[in-house]
Each structure stands twice: as C-alpha cells, then as structure tokens.
C-alpha cells in the first residue's frame, strides 16, 4: 500500500527534478532565473501536438529541436542584451518574455486548451506482486536518471562542462583564463532547452491537452525546487525537485480525501519551514549571487 | 621596442580617478615590479593591461601594438596571462580541471598534456592533489595552482597581482624563488607587490607608485644613493 504511493511518487519526484534542473543550470551560470522556461515546456507540448501523428523518432527529435531553437534565440535577443545589468532587470525580461511566449501561444493555437491525443502504448501497467507499475513512471525514473548521469559526465568530462562550471564559480576569472562566456552561456541555454523538451515529453504524456498557460505552473515548482534544494548547486536542485514532486504525490495520497484540497498548502507550507530552518537551501553553494 | 608599453594611463571608476598618467615599460624578458602602498591604483592597472577595466585614457601597447579597452580573453590569447589579487582559483574545480582551464586558448590537445605534466613536475604537491578540490589546498599551494594556471597559456608575459599577499614568510620565500627561476627561463614577468623589499630584491628593475598614479623610475644597480632614497622613503611611508 504505501509502497504503491512511494513507488507513484517517485514518479513525479523524477519529473519534478528535471523541471527544475534545466531553471537551476541557467541560473547557476549567469544568475538569470529565467521564468520564461516554463513556456519552453509549453512550446515543447505545441510541438508534441503538431507532430503527433510523426514516428516516434521524429516526435522526441522534432520537439527537442523546436525547443532547443527557442531557448537559444530567447537566449541570443532577449537575455545577451540584459546580461551585464542588474539581476533585477534579468528577472523583468524574463518574465516579460514568459508573458510575450505565452500569448503568442495563445493567438497562435486558440484560448483554448488543445487536445493532446493519448499515447495508449504509454499506459501499459506492469504488476509485480500485488505492486502496480505503470510503463509512464518506468520511462520517467529512467529518464530523470539517464539525463541526470549524462548532465554530471557532460559537466565533468567535457571541455565545455569544466568552462561551465568555471563561469559558475567566477566569471570575471573565467574570462581571464579565455573562456569564452557567449559561448558557455549558449551551450547553458541548449542544455536547459533539451532539458525542457524532456520534462514537455514526459508532462505531457500523461495529460490530455496543452493550454497557453500550461508552463506557469511548471516554472513555479521549479523555482520553488531550486530555491529549497539550494540556488547554484546541481546536485541541491536536482534533490529540491524530487522531494517537491515526492511530497506532494505523497500528500494527495495520504491526506483523507476531504484534506486533500490542502496538498498545496501543506507542501509550500513545508517549503518555507525548510527556508526557516536552511535559509540558503538544502545544499547550499558558496558564494552564489541571487 | 617594448614588450609592453603603458603611456599615459588613466583609470577611473566613475568620478574616482585610481591612475592618472602612468608611463612604465617591460623589455622582452625582464622582470618588472610595481611597487605601492594600499590603494594607489597598482590592482587598476593590471586589470586594465588585462582588459577587465576600459581605461580613461592612454595607450596600452604590446609587442607594438594598442591593446587598451580590449576584450580580456583576446589580450590573452595575445600572450598576456594574469595571476590576480587574491588568487582566484576555482575552488569547486579540481587542481587538474583549474589547469587545463588555464590552457583554455590552446587548441593542441597533446601539447597540453604534456604541459600538464611538466607543471606537475614543476609543482609536486599539484600532482599530488590533482584530482582534489582546489579550495581544500593550502593558501600557498592555491598561490603554486594560481601561477601554475597561469603558466598553462604559455604567456609572453606573466602579470602577477600580490602573489605573496596572506603567506608565511617561509611561503613567500618559495614564490620568489619561482618567480626567480621562470625569469631565468625567459618568461617576462611584471609584479605588483606591498611588500617591496622582496619585490626590489628579485627584480631586474622596478617602479614605485604613489597615490595620483604618479611614478619613479629607478634601474637596479643605476644611481644607487636616489635608490636607497627611494626605498627608504617607501619603507618610511609603509610603517604608518
Ligand atoms: N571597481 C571599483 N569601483 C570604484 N572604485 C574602485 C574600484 N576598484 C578600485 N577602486 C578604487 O581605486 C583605487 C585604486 O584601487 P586598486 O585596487 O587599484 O589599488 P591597489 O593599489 O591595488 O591597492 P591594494 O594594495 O590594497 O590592493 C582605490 O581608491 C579603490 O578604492
Ligand atoms: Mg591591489
């Protein structure tokens, strides 16, 4: 019985930690918190509806790369030009541009929530013992820790990752050394894009219709995710995205049904009593700007 | 000519000047000090020579050519490495990491390696906690990584901003020594410090800055009364 709601929520822990890896790269490399990455999940699920009907293959590739494309010219018109001005003017222009994508996704695909057609080979349930697993969590927890093992190897191994996590620490030394930050900052931005296209795949997946507004929510967990998990840490976000998503299956699934209305209050309410007790976040990094 | 030639150089942060007409030169491997007290503008110049603060005015010429108000990673890769105030190591990078990331403007993956390993040579303890976080080594072997990351690009010049700053004297001592050596294997190296008497001692020649960015120039071994002057008035001045 509650191995049944742990294995659920580890589920949407793994979504949630995605969610809020792609919000925490960016901000670890340039201090943006880009609230516009929620509509990048959005436009991930426009893209899912208009290529539904494409193999598989062309689906997953055609959403990353409408994804990706996006992050990189939000990247290139809307955030290079703000880059050396103040965090507050970053945060405005990211919040204008999330406003700007999402009702251009409006006029684009109606004031209407849009029907996503079910993938019914996704629905499949899997018993072991008296244990439901449905093949939707099994991709998820899959994919959550395929992206995150890539992520890690891609920030260890690579040239690039090394630069990335060098521009994190100190960007003014980054540029003594010759790292290029255009460069760096770009290679953030596509990572965070295929991160989005990911947690649009797997979100939408499991609903039946994608609304202009689909990405608010979203941002929100994410951001909330990176704050408690600890703000320029990795590892901290990934951690402060699962135990958003786990708490909150959990709760809906413990709370008697007429509490239930109150999952939201009581998780946010357990947010601000882990900000009282670590201020900084769960893991916290040094010397990070907010 | 001049490796590195700065005319007239002033540097100021909105309404604050921190330089005002500085002329000083570096022929092509010598070892230069700038000495000053606390907040002559001796930081304002090396992060101008490094592109990191557009200067007000004046020329900044290396190998002959204008390079104030350039980009710091072009300055770089002209063949000018720094070694900033306060180290400024990456401290969740490993020794290894810190190293490659100081050949970032190299292209040749092998070249690099091998310099890796000569560096290593060089600095044993770097080898030692090479796979280590850089912000757990010691102040002295963060100062040895600092130099060593620096020394990654293969500069023509090697701008050194208080390396001895917060060492044991034993400590400071080793950085000297270093600085000594790679002076004799042919690195131009130009040197900011407090502490002059160090500096005075392991340079070829040096400069003494005072507030307003105005200069001295004295060469080692030239008139050695106005030397002894000098320092005498320099180390007065540094008891306050
Ligand atoms: N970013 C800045 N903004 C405003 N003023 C600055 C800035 N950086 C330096 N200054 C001022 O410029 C002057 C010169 O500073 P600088 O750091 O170059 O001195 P310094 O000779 O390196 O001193 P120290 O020996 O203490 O390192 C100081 O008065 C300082 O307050
Ligand atoms: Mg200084």
Sequence with gaps: MYLQYIIDSIGTGSLYALMTL????????????????????????????????????????????????????????????????????????????????????????????????????????????????????????????????????????????????????????????????????????????????????????????????????????????????????????????????????????????????????????????????????????????? | MSLLELQGLRIAYGEAVAVQGLDLHLDEGEFVSLIGHNGVGKSSTVKAIAGLVKPAAGTISFTGEEIQGKDPGVILRKGIAVVPEGRRIFTRLTVKENLTVGATVRKDRSAIEASYRSMIERFPVLGKYSGRMAGLLSGGEQQQLAIARALMSEPRLLLLDEPSLGLAPQIVDQVFDLLGELRAQGTTIFLVEQNAAQAIRASDRYYVMRTGGVIQVEAKGGDSADVSAIEADYLHFGKV
């Design chain 1, 22 to 290: 792609g919000l925490a790269l960016v901000f670890s490399v340039m201090g943006l918190m880009n609230f516009a990455y929620g509509q990048l999940v959005m436009i991930g699920g426009f893209a899912m509806i208009l290529l539904r009907s494409q193999p598989w293959w062309v689906l997953i590739l055609g959403t990353v790369v409408a994804v990706v494309i996006v992050s990189l010219l939000m990247e290139r018109l809307a955030f290079r030009p703000v880059r050396t001005a103040t965090a507050m003017t970053m945060l405005i222009t990211s919040f204008a541009l999330a406003q700007l994508l999402q009702q251009a996704a409006r006029v684009a695909f109606g004031a209407n929530p849009r029907p996503l057609e079910q993938f019914s080979e996704l629905s499949v349930q899997y018993t072991v013992g008296d244990l439901y697993i449905s093949r939707m969590t099994l991709i998820t927890v899959t994919t959550t820790l395929v992206s995150v093992v890539v992520l890690a190897l891609l920030l260890k191994r690579t040239n690039i990752g090394v630069q990335l996590r060098a521009s994190t620490e100190d960007v003014e030394m980054s540029k003594l050394v010759g790292i290029r930050s255009n460069r760096v900052i770009a290679s953030a931005f596509v990572i965070s894009g295929v991160l989005a296209a990911i947690v649009a795949m797997l979100f939408f997946s499991t609903r039946t219709n994608v609304s202009w507004s689909s990405g608010e929510s979203i941002v929100l967990i994410a951001f909330v995710g990176a704050v408690i998990g600890g703000l320029g840490s990795m590892v901290g976000a990934a951690l402060g995205g699962f135990l958003m998503g786990f708490t909150y299956t959990m709760l809906n699934a413990l709370l008697p049904v007429e509490l239930r209305v109150f999952a939201d209050a009581i998780l946010y309410t357990l947010v601000i009593v882990v900000l009282l007790i670590r201020p900084a976040g769960i893991i916290a990094a040094k010397g990070v700007r907010v």
